[in-house]
């Protein structure tokens, strides 16, 4: 088995600059959240295969939750 997949909780712990969530529904304190549907708490809406919006470097972390399922194959 792999190594355990860390939780957003502790995520929240990378000292670093801002962290995207892509994909949640739920605000946590110390990310912004991305979603392709607008909603309470979404910073950013658009699609995960077009992120050009954000200059090189500008998170700290990245996580994505229940995001790539909804990708197709090309």
């Known amino acids: 088995m792999g190594a355990p ?18 994909g949640g529904k739920g605000a946590a304190t110390g990310w912004k959240l991305m979603n ?18 954000f200059q090189d470097e500008s998170f700290g972390a990245i996580y994505g939750s229940h995001a790539l399922e909804h990708v197709g194959v090309q």
């Open 5 to 22: 997949i860390p939780t957003l909780e502790e995520l929240t712990r990378i000292p670093d600059g801002d962290r995207l969530h892509i």
């Open 36 to 53: 392709i549907q607008p909603g309470e708490g979404v910073d950013y809406v658009g699609d995960i295969r077009d992120l050009s919006r």
